[in-house]
């Protein structure tokens, strides 16, 4: 079962949601896919266009709920995976703001995608801290603990990534253009990146392309032993990749 605002989108769909605002909201699935807004998508076009997923903070009180989301196989921020071949997926101007854990991948937007082209732009992945550090604590009732996990209880040895935690090119196209991420991601030494964990498949037999540009990233990445990297991509397999990295700023929405 695929649990989050939608389950599932029909096959060969399209799919859009703009202008929507989650606080607070929590999904886990004990089956394959979690995310705010869409467990999984297997249609033709996804499109996401000014959301909001963060936490909630009661005006009176100022106590805050968190927005958590939980998967057996692959969760993020906003769709938990993505699974139609010829698929297109843009994401402009959204914002991710929880605490997100899969246990084979996880993102701060997407979990997992097995084939389709992506496009990601002025687009934000906050993070959580503890007295302005960040905590390397796994426990759900602590505040502050790591932010995006792939892996289960005590064993972190899945794929994570700031904005995508593994990817499955087939003669796609992937950008990745003026987004920041700010939040803690750990996961297996080698399939875990500032933005996107880890990519599979022959880059020689499918000619799929990565630009990641105008982007930063200032959370910790750290592997299964909490040991810092600084990758972009965990695991590259054969594919180039080329990345521009910018100075920080406030906000990317802004930029």
Do not use: M, W
């Amino acid at each position: 079962v695929d649990f989050g605002l939608f389950g599932k989108a029909p096959k060969d769909h399209v799919f859009k949601v703009s202008d929507l605002r989650l606080e607070g909201c929590s999904f886990e699935s004990k089956g394959q896919s979690t995310g705010a807004v869409l467990g999984e998508f297997q249609g033709s076009d996804l499109e996401f266009h000014n959301i909001y997923v963060g936490d909630y903070v009661d005006p009176d009180t100022k106590a805050a709920t968190e927005s958590v989301f939980q998967a057996k196989k692959y969760a993020g921020g906003l769709v938990g995976s993505i699974a139609g071949k010829g698929s297109h997926t843009k994401i402009t101007q959204c914002e991710s703001n929880a605490y997100i854990r899969g246990e084979e991948t996880a993102g701060g937007l997407i979990g997992r995608v097995d084939k389709g082209s992506l496009d990601i732009s002025n687009t934000y992945v906050a993070g959580h801290t503890r007295n302005a550090y960040y905590g390397q604590e796994e426990d759900g009732s602590t505040q502050g603990r790591l932010n995006i996990l792939a892996g289960s209880k005590d064993d972190h040895k899945g794929s994570a990534g700031g904005f995508v935690g593994s990817f499955k090119g087939q003669k796609d196209t992937v950008s990745i253009n003026n987004c920041y991420t700010t939040a803690s991601i750990a996961g297996n030494k080698g399939l875990t990146g500032k933005y996107i964990g880890s990519l599979e498949g022959n880059a020689s037999s499918n000619n799929t392309t990565f630009t990641i540009t105008n982007v930063y990233s200032l959370g910790p990445v750290l592997t299964q032993e909490l040991v810092p990297q600084t990758k972009d991509v965990g695991s590259k397999s054969d594919f180039t990749v080329t990345v521009t990295e910018k100075t920080p700023i406030k906000t990317a929405l802004d930029a």
